[in-house]
């Protein structure tokens, strides 16, 4: 007999048919809700001396939050950062958290707002409250170098304008050179871009060179942080730096 027909036989009885669709209806509600769709989430990897020795996690959640993870360890050394934030039309945070531990085993907890019209920030060096119009750029003192692509986009998107700073400088950008990646999916185009401003010394970021300016990496001989399946590129990158 198969299971078909002994449920057929079953429902004929009377009394039998609510009881076993109660019983459905209660295993049904007993059933585990389908979690929510994941938030997508891009990896990169940290390259030293040609090893892969750490890695940037990122996901953005459908308002457009984003959340990362960076980690890695050279001669046992490395960051352990976690961040948190929310950025404005233009691409420039507005809501940023960090926290973990430094390179060298420094605590990091830092936060930043900015809202109507003040910027207001904790740090392990200071606490600040200052009037600060849409537009400004909050540097961290401490933070992934993924979280240069807003302020990136925000800069390439008007070349000849500045980013301020809540602490009074002005963010600018430079386009240095562009290198096509051969890929299995075909040419790669990317830009080598430096941010200058925010140091002494420009900070140099690879991003895509195809209108998206999405972020592709950070090089220098030694060290890279590329987009994950990329890192044979590290050497050839880093020396256009």
């Given at each position: 007999m ?7 036989r079953?429902l004929?009885?009377?009394g039998?048919?609510?009881a ?12 585990p809700?389908?979690?929510?769709a994941?938030?997508?989430?891009d990896?990169f990897?940290?390259?030293?001396q040609g ?7 990122r996901?953005t959640?459908p308002?457009g939050?984003?959340?990362?993870d960076y980690s890695y360890?050279?001669?046992?050394r490395?960051?352990?950062?976690r961040?948190?934030?929310r950025?404005d039309?233009?691409g420039l945070?507005v809501a940023?958290?960090v ?13 930043f707002r ?11 060096a200071?606490?600040?409250d200052?009037p600060a119009?849409?537009g ?5 003192l401490?933070s992934?170098p ?12 008007r070349?000849d304008?500045?980013?301020p700073t809540?602490?009074g400088?002005t963010?600018r950008?430079e386009?240095?050179?562009?290198h096509?990646l051969d890929?299995p999916?075909g040419p790669?185009?990317l830009a ?11 900070w140099?970021?690879?991003v895509?060179?195809?209108?998206s300016?999405?972020f592709f990496?950070q ?6 942080l ?12 880093a020396?256009?730096?």
């Amino acid at each position: 007999m198969t299971a078909r027909t002994m449920l057929r036989r079953l429902l004929r009885r009377p009394g039998l048919a609510p009881a076993l669709a109660l019983a459905a209806t209660l295993g049904l509600a007993a059933q585990p809700r389908t979690a929510a769709a994941a938030a997508p989430v891009d990896e990169f990897s940290v390259v030293i001396q040609g090893q892969v020795a750490g890695r940037l996690l990122r996901s953005t959640e459908p308002d457009g939050t984003v959340t990362t993870d960076y980690s890695y360890r050279d001669n046992g050394r490395g960051p352990d950062l976690r961040e948190r934030w929310r950025s404005d039309a233009q691409g420039l945070p507005v809501a940023y958290d960090v926290s973990g531990r430094s390179t060298f085993g420094a605590e990091v907890r830092e936060t930043f707002r900015l809202p109507d019209g003040r910027a207001r920030w904790t740090s392990r060096a200071d606490t600040g409250d200052q009037p600060a119009p849409d537009g400004h750029a909050h540097v961290p003192l401490d933070s992934s170098p993924l979280y240069a692509e807003g302020v990136l986009r925000a800069l390439l998107a008007r070349p000849d304008a500045g980013v301020p700073t809540i602490g009074g400088l002005t963010l600018r950008v430079e386009r240095v050179a562009r290198h096509t990646l051969d890929t299995p999916q075909g040419p790669l185009p990317l830009a080598l871009v430096a941010l200058v401003g925010a140091d002494a010394h420009p900070w140099y970021y690879w991003v895509h060179d195809d209108g998206s300016h999405a972020f592709f990496g950070q090089t220098w001989p030694g060290w890279a942080l590329l987009s994950k399946g990329h890192e044979a590129a590290a050497e050839a990158l880093a020396a256009r730096v």
